[in-house]
Structures are given as structure tokens and as C-alpha cells.
Nanobody, 119 residues
Framework: QVKLVESGGGLVQAGGSLRLSCAASGLSFSGKAVAWFRQVSGKEREVIATIRTSGGIYYDDTVKGRFTISGDGTGNTVYLQMNSLKPEDTAVYYC?????????????WGQGTQVTVSS
């Protein structure tokens, strides 16, 4: 059974940093695209960063230069380092994986982790 578990969310002041983790069981990230999405209540879930271990990184313009997506080298965990956080980054952050095609939504989602940035 495939399971993705996000962790690392929390409450932080504007300008602060958080590092989110997405840990997989029953699935290796090797060769697959892993993406971070976020969703604000009442709005659609949007992709903000994607990585594929075989090559390729994407950032949405809203996070480019502030967030960094990376893998741990084992194919089991992907991180999202979030710096210079803004109140508009407040959302539930989800990890998505399963597709080998960069930019295509995978079949698996984590449960989400709340990030709240206070002004």
C-alpha cells in the first residue's frame, strides 16, 4: 500500500522559514515526478514545485527564489525548504507522486500539512 506522509508544517512569522518533508512508503520516488501543491480554503489546489530525480525542477512564479525542492538521495523523501515566508503562503500543503511524466499529477496524495504565516 502506498502512503505519502507530509510533515514540518506549523505557524511561523512572516520572513521565517519552514522545511516540509514528504516521506513515501510502498513507493520509490526514483524516476518519478514528485510535486508540492498547496490549497487555500475555498480555492483550487495549485502546484508550486515539482522535482524528478532523473531530471527536472519546476517552481511556480509565486515561490521561485524563496522555496527549494529537493530529494534525500534515497528515493524515499522529498523536501520543500520554504524561506522568506509571506502571509499569502498560508495554506495546506500536499505532496503528490506517482507519475513518471513531469507535470502530470500522480495517483498518490498525502494528507496535507498546514502552514500558517502570521504578519
Amino acid at each position: 500500500q502506498v502512503k505519502l506522509v507530509e510533515s514540518g508544517g506549523g505557524l511561523v512569522q512572516a520572513g521565517g522559514s519552514l522545511r516540509l518533508s514528504c516521506a513515501a512508503s510502498g513507493l520509490s520516488f526514483s524516476g518519478k515526478a514528485v510535486a508540492w501543491f498547496r490549497q487555500v480554503s475555498g480555492k483550487e489546489r495549485e502546484v508550486i514545485a515539482t522535482i524528478r530525480t532523473s531530471g527536472g525542477i519546476y517552481y511556480d512564479d509565486t515561490v521561485k527564489g524563496r522555496f527549494t525542492i529537493s530529494g534525500d538521495g534515497t528515493g524515499n523523501t522529498v523536501y520543500l525548504q520554504m524561506n522568506s515566508l509571506k502571509p499569502e503562503d498560508t495554506a495546506v500543503y500536499y505532496c503528490n507522486a506517482g507519475s513518471r511524466t513531469f507535470g502530470r499529477i500522480g495517483a498518490y496524495w498525502g494528507q496535507g500539512t498546514q502552514v500558517t504565516v502570521s504578519s
